[in-house]
Structures are given as structure tokens and as C-alpha cells.
């Protein structure tokens, strides 16, 4: 029960960022299909998100993806190509 009450409350904000990471990544890159976000990170004044994509007419393995950067205070949002010397980075992604 502790889980469900959880999960709807105290979660929310972090959901809602998902949806802008992945809503950002979307309207920078009309080409690409999103197929889902990941929180990296979760820091008193941002969060980082890895948004996976799809690029039309190309299949992929392991999936691509971007990192997006979403201040909390201001809502703004900055995509961020990923390295491996990022701390958010995947490990086990070439």
C-alpha cells in the first residue's frame, strides 16, 4: 500500500520532467521516434534524463540516445550529446 501511495505522489515531479526531457528531444529532432526516458540523475536543482530514440528507416543496437538536463526551478531544458567520460553515461553503451 506504502508503495502505490508512493509511487502517485512523490513521484510526480519526476514523471512530469520524463515527459518535458523527452517532449524537448522530440521538438529538436522531428526525425527521431522517442521510445522512452530514464532518470541518470536526481539532484536538488536538476534532473538528467537519457531520452531513447528510434531513427526513421534505421535500426539500431544497442537504442540511441540523447541526455536532457532540466533545471528545476526554471523548467529549463538542455540536450546534452552523451560521452563516456559523463557521469551519465550507460555503461555497457557503445
Same mark, same amino acid.
Given at each position: 500500500?506504502?508503495?502505490?501511495? /508512493? &509511487?502517485?505522489?512523490?513521484?510526480?515531479?519526476?514523471? +512530469?520532467?520524463?515527459?518535458?526531457?523527452?517532449? @524537448? *528531444?522530440?521538438?529538436?529532432?522531428?526525425? /527521431? &521516434?522517442?521510445?522512452?526516458?530514464?532518470?541518470?540523475? +536526481?539532484?536538488?536543482?536538476?534532473?538528467?534524463? @537519457? *531520452?531513447?530514440?528510434?531513427?526513421?528507416?534505421?535500426?539500431?543496437?544497442?537504442?540511441?540516445?540523447?541526455? +536532457?538536463?532540466?533545471?528545476?526551478?526554471?523548467?529549463?531544458?538542455?540536450?546534452?550529446?552523451?560521452?563516456?567520460?559523463?557521469?551519465?553515461?550507460?555503461?555497457?553503451?557503445?
Amino acid at each position: 500500500m506504502r508503495f502505490l501511495f /508512493f &509511487r502517485q505522489f512523490v513521484n510526480r515531479d519526476i514523471r +512530469a520532467a520524463g515527459r518535458q526531457a523527452a517532449e @524537448a *528531444v522530440a521538438e529538436a529532432h522531428p526525425e /527521431f &521516434r522517442i521510445d522512452g526516458t530514464s532518470l541518470r540523475a +536526481a539532484t536538488e536543482d536538476h534532473f538528467v534524463f @537519457a *531520452v531513447f530514440f528510434t531513427d526513421f528507416g534505421r535500426l539500431q543496437k544497442p537504442t540511441p540516445y540523447l541526455l +536532457a538536463t532540466i533545471i528545476r526551478e526554471s523548467s529549463e531544458i538542455k540536450i546534452i550529446k552523451p560521452t563516456p567520460d559523463s557521469p551519465y553515461w550507460i555503461r555497457g553503451y557503445k
